[in-house]
């Protein structure tokens, strides 16, 4: 670990364009379902210590400072969100309500994940499934796991299932590592553009700070550093190359690596090669050839996260899993599951889901793939048709748009007005804010929904920026309450 | 809330004999399962503040200080708990295993629980389920919660969705509450013996003590007051009155009162009248008649914990629910929810649940409560037999055992000898001390299993105690291994 800033300071980096500064006295961009945007103009608190309590209003006295921070963390949920789950869009009892491109979930495939979940070798209830178990997972799930995570990421050799714990999500698991790696006030370093929500996952029982790869931050120890693989919202997937180069620079810092893999099945297009960094060979440190404690990836302090939130498309289900060959890490978070566990019959599901390969190599991934190719096809041809330049990278639910040549000014609040004029058309979208972006301008778009929502979705985004190109300040034209008959 | 010591401390208490005191120093009963004891000889460290890293071994050195104290309480969990999973009994593949008296679980019922859980209604798969929702829970699930608590704990006036947060165990809602209501430090109150377990459960993440009612520890603001209610290990069910008087007593204090209340349907003898703090009308504090703000109970202040995981018997299960007129407690725990949350298709099946009145009323709870009191009845004839003095009282799992004439010398060194020739004798139980009870010699037996198991360890208990009587130092005889005839 390191105290910032440092010299020789030169992390590989993919963000885009000039990386982002995390100012973190300023807003912080994720919501009640980590996805969306907050509301610019309020102001997350200093990450306050222990005991601060004059920094919240007295109005909320019965809570303790921190309670009043993590109350902070609800209220300030954007919004848009707010606004979304009072007026959902539903095709037939609300048309004209808002419609979703702003929270990262596959709706793609719900009637194939139902027709899974429904078949009778789900439905065991036995007493085993009822009582407290080992606060790491059942076995037989870990095993499951191990094999699982053996397959898809092309180990060289078999995974393990005692470095398996699985929890309720990959929310929990950055919550615990945070928690169980760093001092409150520690941070890790994170390639930003990032997933916003990580913030509070690290911050909220932790109290461990995010700090983007270029930062300005002073005094602040490093204990590690979070890969998303595929990035998000970029789409990014690290080559080896790439992964090997973090693995070097973590290691010459004593950085502990967190490789959150959870879109790792939802590399769409065929052409693009995944490399998992449980695939990797282990390898000696460049720097140091003769050094057996040297290897790469570090065992000790390699921990890698996944989850059937993405790749299976149900975020509702609350499954996630963690890899290390650290004992103590794993022993350190399955101590803390007794807070994170999930339903001994969920655990019995995951474990039958997970070993029907067949099912998933020949049912379920091929035609996942094929939807969200297509999904993605759509909305690119879309951007296209309309001049608009955008990052995607055949992974993830999502591409990353670049907006700038709408906003008057390249300024934050701009890219606010702009968000909020998609809303008022009933569209939910991310603005780039909310993932730390430093260029005003950029925005996520979720590509993962069925068709008709998609291009209603996409109708109303073309509204907007049709009326933005016309007239700069007024609102959009008010027939984009209607749904179109294209979108059915 | 006040700091401690008070002059006018005087709360009620149910303490058994001279209240324990709580030495933050020593060693603390709670097990992987929260419900087992813990080796004596392994100390707990003081609660370390932030950064406070020289506390721990430097060869868990990839953790921090935190990390390590939480990786302490999985490591420290009692061998007991560790010995049994190692050699658990099965009456066909394994009867000379170990019997375990010790976790409070109810395995009388599964059964009833399999049919139940198994029945159509229960196998809905829908997208809605599959997907991101509110943190506090389904609404359908939080509107069945609300109206079963009012039914259940007879509420003068119907609770309200709004007021429940769902999540997945009691360890969890503690685990929130103590970070929400409390800055790091600082300390509820709980009478003691009380249910060991919530040591960990305040202390892991949210950094809380706990302060039995008789203390002297100096310099602890106390925030709370925990109940038990009926109280664990005792059985107590307190009376209106009790109640009353616990809830002027923290008024008078500005103390938060949580009331778990896990055990309320476990009642299993009619003639003991079990009164929910959610039944209470809303009456003025004695003290002050006419301010419009001393309600009873403080509706701001009030806090009240039920689960599955004992009136149901499904600990596997992972479902818990607060119910609490403080919106600002309300959404800062629902903020950590995110952390607790559980699957959509466990929240289905728990409002199918719940909703079954018919099933429960006229079903379930008869058939428990007859089972619960035929197996209480036949370890208490057992005790009576042997001239144990025991308490019970007709709530719970479990019955508090006097054993202290079995100890030579009335030290917790004795205690453990003793516990641990039990265990030897394959018979796993909990020690007092793992409830922080003041005097060496008391035990929780766990009565609430299948009458084979039951008459077993039973059995095996006479052996050791009878062997104890006859040669103090002794091992128990051999023959203890096999199982009796009269046990099946």
Redesign the interface.
Known sequence: MFTLPQKDFSAPTTCLGPACMQDLGSSHGDD???ECSRKLDQKLPELPG??D?AMFSPD?S???????M??W???SAEEGYRTYHMDEYDENKNPSGIINLG?S?N?LC?DL??WR??QSDM?R?????????D?RGHLFLREEVAKFLSFYCKSPAPLRPENVVVL??G??LF?ALA????????AFLIPTPYYGAIT??VC??G?VRLACVYLDSEGVKV?GLILINPQNPLGDIYSPEELQEYLVFAKRHKL?VIVDEVYMLSVFEESVGYCSVLSLESSVLPLFPRCALCRLPDP??THVMWATSKDF???????GTLYTE?Q??A??V???C?????????QY?MAQLLRDRDWINQVYLPENHARLKAAHTYVSEELRALGIPFLSRGAGFFIWVDLRKYLPKATFEEEMLLWRRFLDNKVLLSFGKAFECKEPGWFRFVFSDQAHRLCLGMQRVRQVLAGKSQVAEDPPPSQSQEPSDQCR
């Open positions: 009640l379902e980590g222990v005991g309590s909320t019965y809570l303790s400072s921190r309670g009043r993590i109350k963390f609800w209220d929270v979930e709706k719900f994940l139902s979940l429904s439905q209830v036995e007493p085993s499934l009822l009582q407290y178990a606060w309720n999500g929310a929990s919550s928690t169980v790696l760093c001092e409150a006030g520690e509070q996952h909220l029982y109290n204990k502990h000790q302090r498309g149900m975020s509702g289900l609350r499954f650290n103590d890490v022993t350190a399955a101590s803390l007794r807070y994170h566990g999930l339903s001994g019959l969920v599901q």
